[in-house]
């Protein structure tokens, strides 16, 4: 589904107000959002080389708590099931998707999203 073995990456949990800081600090939009991803490569991470530890940090994943609480009441989901649609999202963008390129780009994302979503839900 997606090549990221010997990769490690840290999720934190945060509230809106921290996260509203975060996307203004680091995209320059003054609000909060759901979920940011930091990463730590400019490539995909499945072109880099593990080190001698045998992983390669992926980067960060922030999601914002009280935004998932929101949205899983909108779209009629568990809470569980926003946080785990959020670490995806933001999982993607770190694997390289971006969703903010084109339509073709946001397609592709989505498409990806409800794969892996539809996995982990077959497992659960």
């Excluded at 840290?10 to 940011?36: E, P, Q």
């Excluded at 568990?78 to 785990?84: G, L, N, R, V, W």
């Excluded at 999982?91 to 498409?111: C, F, V």
């Amino acid at each position: 589904m997606l090549d990221l073995s010997h990769t490690e990456l840290s999720v934190v949990f945060v509230g809106n107000d921290r996260m509203r800081r975060l996307n203004a600090r680091h995209r320059g939009i003054d609000k909060t959002t759901d979920v940011l991803s930091f990463p730590l490569w400019e490539a995909p991470p499945s072109r880099a080389i593990p080190p001698a530890s045998g992983s390669v940090p992926l980067g960060d994943i922030v999601i914002c708590v009280p935004k998932a609480v929101a949205q899983a009441r909108e779209y009629d989901a568990t809470f569980h099931q926003e946080i785990a649609r959020l670490l995806i999202h933001g999982l993607l963008h770190l694997a390289g998707y971006d969703h903010e390129i084109s339509a073709y780009q946001r397609r592709k994302m989505q498409a990806k999203e409800k794969e892996l979503f539809d996995a982990l839900h077959a497992m659960a």
